[in-house]
């Protein structure tokens, strides 16, 4: 037969408790194989979460609103818990406790941290149990990298990445910066174009909307620039006249960074031809592409220019 024996557990600290059951006389009424106590476990009060579990909570950010839930808890505070995150104080605006559940519930503020301690840190409620603190971990999320957009990346409103350096002109450059935004700890308020030895000035710049995107064009010099070379391109971030970033990457994963070629454009140059093969007899349509090629396009139609197609042999045929 089922024998039930109902009890109220005494207060006692957190860990595990043995229990014996036994008559008033203090028989021990099961032995259960030998194992005659039994075994509670008192959890004690305890953060048990913390909503959200992750956030920016950087210079900028303004932080972030939380709750925390406080489990087993034995009475209301006599007056509203600190909460403490890496050391800094939150400020906290609600304390609601639910003595049917015993559960209290603090809604908080976290500061605004250094970028530099993100990751792992320490939320400290005091306050709820005399002398005893209750340590949660929450994750501090640093803001996202910059990076300039590939396929916003434009010269002279031509999505490119070249510039002719055989003829002195003043070319217009335009990128769009990403995550770059004061919510980010990112205040700013003049940006630049940094190619190595190369002569460039800022034109203009632009937050689109509130997407942490800016804008920035930018005029550069090719005369500056020497032909056959390929110049690294960063955008600095200054503010107040100091320089507080440098942005130089790409969002292709095929790119370490980003970079400009500067082409010698003064001759064309022969970029494919096809067919690569055709029958010795009977005649072949061949078509031959050029880059730089718009003075030879102006030549050929001046009627200046001849293409002739030489065999091995030496021999050719003018078309």
């Known amino acids: 037969s089922l024998f039930v024996v109902q009890f109220s557990a005494p207060p006692c600290a957190a860990g595990v408790a043995n229990y014996t059951l036994a008559t008033s006389s203090g028989n021990v009424l099961l032995d259960m194989g030998g194992l005659k106590a039994l075994q509670f476990t008192y959890q004690g009060t305890v953060v048990s979460s913390v909503t959200p579990t992750s956030g920016m909570t950087n210079p ?41 559940n015993r559960q209290l519930m603090l809604k908080a503020r976290t500061p605004e941290l250094a970028v530099a301690l993100a990751g792992k840190v320490s939320i400290v409620v005091s306050g709820v149990v005399a002398g005893k603190d209750l340590a949660f971990q929450w994750m501090y999320l640093a803001p996202p990298a910059m990076f300039l957009e590939a396929e916003s990346f434009t010269i002279d409103d031509t999505q490119r990445t070249w510039v002719s350096a055989s003829n002195s002109a003043t070319v217009k450059i335009a990128c769009v910066i990403r995550n770059l935004h004061a919510a980010y700890d990112r205040a700013f308020d003049s940006l630049s174009l940094d190619i190595p030895h190369a002569g460039t000035s800022a034109v203009s710049f632009s937050s689109l909307g509130n997407s942490a995107k800016v804008r920035a064009v930018f005029a550069l010099n090719t005369s500056t620039l020497s032909a056959r070379t390929k110049y690294s391109v960063s955008v600095g971030i200054y503010e107040n ?51 730089e090629a718009q003075t030879l396009q102006e030549q050929y139609a001046a009627g200046a220019v001849a293409f002739t197609l030489r065999h091995d042999s030496g021999s050719g045929v003018t078309e």
Do not use: H, Y
């Not at 440098?246 to 001759?267: K, N, P």
């Open 60 to 100: 900028g950010s303004a932080g972030v609103d939380m709750s925390l839930f406080i489990n087993n808890v034995q009475t209301a505070p006599a007056t509203t818990p600190t909460v403490t995150l890496a050391g800094v104080a939150c400020v906290v605006s609600l304390s609601t406790f639910t003595p049917d």
């Open 241 to 291: 006249g100091t320089k507080r970033f440098s942005v130089s990457a790409f969002d292709l994963g095929t790119r370490t960074g980003a970079w400009l070629e500067a082409r010698d454009t003064s001759q064309p140059r022969l970029l494919a031809a096809a067919p690569t093969e055709a029958p010795a007899q009977g005649g072949t349509l061949l078509l031959i592409g050029f880059l």
